[in-house]
């Protein structure tokens, strides 16, 4: 067998059934011997659309995605892709030709050092230069991708190893990894400190994060909650991790979250941090971040203990595996006096939400989101780009939930949403799948729309048109005395664009449109594209300023109607 | 404060870089790093010094750990070690002054590896602390040009655990050893 076919046969034994790619010199040999396979090669029109797709397949599956494409420029234009992989521990495999061995480190055409280039965004990566190597590299790279933390990992294959001959022995080729133990667990000590906390905490609050749902831990975390009676704030990743609808979920934390769970945090005195990594997106000014609280930190990374925010009991090792064997332990408390006090936090938030107020015949991005969500009744895979649109979604889709939210958080990567939808839906074919994007990250991608349609893909997007970076304008108009530099963007039609990629296509700018476009579009067969004009200069609240005290949000301003008005 | 790691790493191309890459992505400045063979053909041991405090120390060890070729970290601060450094000092000498550098370099045990009309070289060995003591008193004589190779370091005794499994993570506390896996 060559190099190449062994490429194919190891994807095959990893039960890949789909690779996202983009074929190119030092990796033809590669796709010549795709003949041979049953894998299912997406052409996509970008190698970065690649690895958003890839990533987008494993967040929306929880399965390691692959992207493939060429050496040179087909590898760097990766980077961005497994970077954002990296942020957010998402298992991604990608494969780049190279050129051959005997021409490295000659400046040979389309030669770049992508295992250099990578080292610091991928899990880990490898060189491979020589066809016996193949076969055990894959596995060893699917093994690191998706254990422990998962991660991109990346192979650069010379041309000559895909092209020389070797046996295939896929039972022989072991992995051979003495320094990788990814599963560990927390010693008994341990488990009895954090119950100690939680048993005399007065006003816990668990933390709920990205690990959930990679660790596949929903149900404990809500027996735990449940069973201890603790309220749940949820971060940007971890949305879906507890229904939405559950009375113990707060809602969103941090920088755009909502006020009483930012407050709530602040006047806790035990947080239970359950898979996620105390972003600085979510704690504000650390110095006055959870001054009150004993902290418990559940993480599968040790590396992640007392990183950010120095905690009282680290629980390290699996998150299900860990709270299975404490909640059996965990008992009931009342917290009365928690529970209306977070109450009281809430105050008129609700009534000051742009739901809640009378229409004044502006469309608002919140009003489009919200009307997606109540005709989808909850229960799309909503990919979303970055941004605000990005924010809104996360405050007005209510995700019942896991994996129904596939956004770029850490890195929060423009352009991720389309491509990744394109991944989402290949992953889960029979789910209805919703881009939510802006206008500049849309244009960002917008080629793999010939992907998407090539794919005969049946993603529905919501491109939120305001004219704006908008998230951009909003720092400019807070903290940058309304210096509107560089962010008025111009675009096209965004309908002649669907219709010349042959998507359906609808330009809404009325409020009381949004719904039977909404309805139009889930009833085509087929892609749609809709075109939401919405208030240009609108914000998103509440708003904790970087580095500040979350105390110190920036409210919805009440009315907003007038504030929209005087903009 | 300065802390010590031994990390023993799978002898292949490229992990050297992954270390140091390491440091310099999370922030941290190395102060020396010493790498070479040890008993076992596919095991390189480093020697890395780094001045961090002890929040830094864990972050520096759980880091290295999440790298793939790296078997096994021992922060040997503060343990009965043995630290060795080795520096050559290349001394510009006369006749007059060549028997004094000589006594010196004799009562700091170096020893005189070359001797050319105008200069002497001392190859010392021993901690840090005994080389600087050296470096100070040659210096007014005019030091040509020196070499140190970096510390290298050995906990004393049978504490060497090399050949033993990496203890567990719950074994953390009584091992000294914060993120063993």
């Given at each position: 067998?060559?190099?190449?076919?062994?490429?194919?046969?190891?994807?095959?034994h990893?039960?890949?059934?789909?690779?996202?790619?983009?074929?190119?010199?030092?990796?033809?040999?590669?796709?010549?011997?795709?003949?041979?396979?049953?894998?299912?090669?997406?052409?996509?029109?970008?190698?970065?659309?690649?690895?958003?797709?890839?990533?987008?397949?494993?967040?929306?599956?929880?399965?390691?995605?692959?992207?493939?494409?060429?050496?040179?420029?087909?590898?760097?234009?990766?980077?961005?892709?497994?970077?954002?992989?990296?942020?957010?521990?998402?298992?991604?495999?990608?494969?780049?030709?190279?050129v051959?061995?005997?021409?490295?480190?000659?400046d040979?055409?389309?030669?770049?050092?992508?295992?250099?280039?990578?080292?610091p965004?991928?899990?880990?990566?490898?060189?491979?230069?020589?066809?016996?190597?193949?076969?055990?590299?894959?596995?060893?790279?699917?093994?690191?991708?998706?254990?422990?933390?998962?991660?991109p990992?990346?192979?650069?294959?010379?041309?000559?190893?895909?092209?020389?001959?070797?046996?295939f022995?896929?039972d022989?080729?072991?992995?051979q990894?003495?320094g990788?133990?990814?599963?560990?667990?927390?010693?008994?000590?341990?488990?009895?400190?954090?119950?100690?906390?939680?048993?005399?905490?007065?006003?816990?609050?668990?933390?709920?994060?990205?690990?959930i749902?990679?660790?596949?831990?929903?149900?404990?975390?809500?027996?735990?909650?449940e069973?201890?009676?603790?309220?749940?704030?949820?971060t940007?990743?971890?949305?879906?991790?507890?229904?939405?609808?559950?009375?113990?979920?707060?809602?969103?934390?941090?920088?755009?979250?909502?006020?009483?769970?930012?407050?709530?945090?602040?006047?806790?005195?035990l947080?239970?941090?359950?898979?996620?990594?105390?972003?600085?997106?979510?704690?504000?000014?650390?110095?006055?971040?959870?001054?009150?609280a004993?902290?418990?930190?559940?993480?599968?990374?040790?590396?992640?203990?007392?990183?950010?925010?120095?905690?009282?009991?680290a629980?390290?090792?699996?998150?299900?595996?860990?709270?299975?064997?404490?909640?059996?332990?965990?008992?009931?408390?009342?917290?009365?006096?928690?529970?209306s006090?977070?109450?009281?936090?809430?105050?008129?938030?609700?009534?000051?939400?742009?739901?809640?107020?009378?229409?004044?015949?502006?469309?608002?991005?919140?009003?489009?989101?919200?009307?997606?969500?109540?005709?989808?009744q909850?229960?799309?895979?909503?990919?979303?780009?970055?941004?605000?649109?990005?924010?809104?979604?996360?405050?007005?889709?209510?995700?019942?939930g896991?994996?129904?939210?596939?956004?770029?958080?850490?890195?929060?990567?423009?352009?991720?949403?389309?491509?990744?939808a394109?991944?989402?839906?290949?992953?889960?074919?029979?789910?209805?799948?919703?881009?939510?994007?802006?206008?500049?990250?849309?244009?960002?991608t917008?080629?793999?729309?010939?992907?998407?349609?090539?794919?005969?893909?049946?993603?529905?997007?919501?491109?939120?048109?305001?004219?704006?970076?908008?998230?951009?304008?909003?720092?400019?108009?807070?903290?940058?005395?309304?210096?509107?530099?560089?962010?008025?963007?111009?675009?096209?039609?965004?309908?002649?664009?669907?219709?010349?990629?042959?998507?359906?296509?609808?330009?809404?700018?009325?409020?009381?449109?949004?719904?039977s476009?909404?309805?139009?579009?889930?009833?085509?067969?087929?892609?749609?594209?809709?075109?939401?004009?919405?208030?240009?200069?609108?914000?998103?609240?509440?708003?904790?300023?970087?580095?500040?005290?979350?105390?110190?949000?920036?409210?919805?301003p009440?009315?907003?109607?007038?504030?929209?008005?005087?903009? | 404060?300065?802390?010590?790691?031994?990390?023993?790493?799978?002898?292949?191309?490229?992990?050297?870089?992954?270390?140091?890459?390491?440091?310099?992505?999370?922030?941290?400045?190395?102060?020396?790093?010493?790498?070479?063979?040890?008993?076992?053909?596919?095991?390189?041991?480093?020697t890395?010094?780094?001045?961090?405090?002890?929040?830094?120390?864990k972050?520096?060890?759980?880091?290295?750990?999440?790298?793939?070729?790296?078997?096994?970290?021992?922060?040997?601060?503060?343990?009965?070690?043995?630290?060795?450094?080795?520096?050559?000092?290349?001394?510009?000498?006369?006749?007059?002054?060549?028997?004094?550098?000589?006594?010196?370099?004799?009562?700091?045990?170096?020893?005189?590896?070359?001797?050319?009309?105008?200069?002497?070289?001392?190859?010392?060995t021993?901690?840090?602390?005994?080389?600087d003591?050296?470096?100070?008193?040659?210096?007014?004589?005019?030091?040509?040009?020196?070499?140190?190779?970096g510390?290298?370091?050995?906990?004393?005794?049978?504490?060497?655990?090399?050949?033993?499994?990496?203890?567990?993570?719950?074994?953390?506390?009584?091992?000294?050893?914060?993120?063993?896996?």
């Amino acid at each position: 067998m060559t190099g190449a076919e062994i490429i194919w046969k190891s994807l095959e034994h990893e039960g890949v059934t789909t690779v996202f790619g983009y074929p190119g010199g030092a990796i033809l040999p590669t796709y010549d011997a795709l003949k041979s396979s049953s894998i299912h090669h997406v052409l996509v029109r970008h190698e970065q659309g690649a690895t958003h797709m890839a990533d987008g397949y494993a967040r929306a599956s929880g399965k390691v995605g692959v992207a493939i494409a060429t050496s040179g420029p087909g590898a760097t234009n990766m980077v961005t892709g497994i970077a954002t992989a990296m942020m957010d521990s998402s298992p991604i495999v990608c494969i780049t030709g190279q050129v051959g061995s005997k021409l490295i480190g000659s400046d040979a055409f389309q030669e770049t050092d992508i295992t250099g280039v990578t080292l610091p965004v991928t899990k880990h990566n490898y060189l491979v230069t020589h066809p016996s190597e193949i076969a055990r590299t894959i596995r060893e790279a699917f093994y690191i991708a998706k254990s422990g933390r998962p991660g991109p990992v990346l192979i650069d294959v010379t041309k000559d190893a895909q092209q020389g001959l070797c046996e295939f022995e896929w039972d022989a080729a072991r992995p051979q990894l003495p320094g990788y133990r990814p599963d560990l667990s927390p010693s008994l000590d341990e488990f009895e400190d954090a119950l100690e906390l939680i048993h005399n905490a007065k006003r816990p609050l668990i933390l709920a994060g990205h690990g959930i749902m990679i660790s596949g831990a929903m149900r404990e975390v809500l027996e735990l909650a449940e069973r201890g009676n603790i309220p749940v704030a949820v971060t940007l990743l971890g949305i879906g991790s507890l229904p939405a609808s559950h009375p113990l979920n707060l809602g969103m934390m941090g920088m755009h979250g909502e006020a009483w769970v930012n407050h709530a945090i602040q006047e806790a005195d035990l947080l239970i941090a359950l898979g996620m990594r105390f972003d600085d997106r979510v704690t504000g000014n650390l110095a006055s971040y959870a001054q009150n609280a004993k902290k418990i930190h559940v993480e599968i990374d040790p590396a992640e203990i007392n990183k950010i925010v120095k905690v009282d009991v680290a629980l390290v090792g699996d998150l299900a595996c860990v709270l299975r064997d404490l909640l059996p332990r965990v008992e009931y408390r009342a917290r009365e006096d928690w529970f209306s006090l977070i109450h009281e936090y809430k105050g008129d938030a609700a009534v000051r939400d742009i739901q809640n107020l009378p229409d004044n015949g502006h469309l608002y991005a919140a009003h489009v989101i919200n009307d997606i969500w109540r005709e989808t009744q909850g229960r799309a895979v909503v990919v979303t780009d970055v941004g605000q649109h990005q924010m809104w979604e996360a405050q007005y889709y209510k995700h019942e939930g896991p994996r129904s939210l596939i956004t770029s958080g850490g890195l929060g990567t423009m352009g991720f949403a389309l491509p990744a939808a394109i991944g989402a839906k290949m992953a889960k074919p029979g789910a209805e799948v919703w881009v939510v994007v802006g206008d500049g990250g849309f244009q960002m991608t917008m080629p793999e729309l010939a992907t998407m349609v090539q794919e005969k893909l049946d993603v529905k997007i919501a491109i939120i048109n305001n004219g704006f970076l908008g998230m951009v304008r909003q720092w400019q108009e807070f903290f940058y005395d309304k210096n509107y530099q560089s962010t008025p963007l111009l675009s096209p039609d965004f309908c002649k664009i669907a219709d010349a990629y042959g998507v359906l296509s609808e330009a809404v700018s009325r409020r009381e449109d949004v719904v039977s476009a909404v309805g139009t579009a889930r009833h085509h067969l087929g892609p749609v594209l809709l075109d939401f004009h919405v208030e240009q200069e609108d914000s998103v609240y509440p708003m904790v300023p970087a580095g500040a005290d979350l105390r110190g949000m920036i409210l919805r301003p009440s009315p907003i109607v007038e504030t929209a008005q005087d903009a | 404060m300065f802390n010590t790691f031994v990390v023993h790493v799978e002898n292949k191309p490229g992990v050297l870089t992954r270390v140091a890459s390491l440091f310099r992505r999370r922030g941290f400045n190395i102060d020396s790093l010493t790498v070479g063979r040890t008993e076992k053909p596919d095991v390189s041991r480093m020697t890395i010094v780094v001045d961090t405090d002890s929040f830094g120390a864990k972050r520096i060890e759980a880091n290295l750990y999440k790298l793939v070729n790296v078997l096994r970290v021992e922060n040997i601060s503060g343990m009965p070690t043995i630290m060795r450094d080795l520096a050559m000092v290349k001394v510009a000498c006369t006749p007059e002054s060549r028997p004094h550098i000589l006594a010196l370099a004799s009562v700091f045990r170096g020893r005189v590896v070359d001797v050319a009309p105008d200069s002497i070289t001392v190859e010392i060995t021993g901690t840090e602390d005994k080389i600087d003591g050296l470096l100070e008193v040659v210096r007014p004589y005019g030091v040509l040009e020196m070499v140190r190779t970096g510390v290298v370091a050995m906990k004393r005794g049978m504490q060497n655990a090399q050949n033993a499994a990496p203890p567990d993570y719950h074994l953390a506390e009584e091992t000294g050893v914060s993120y063993s896996v």
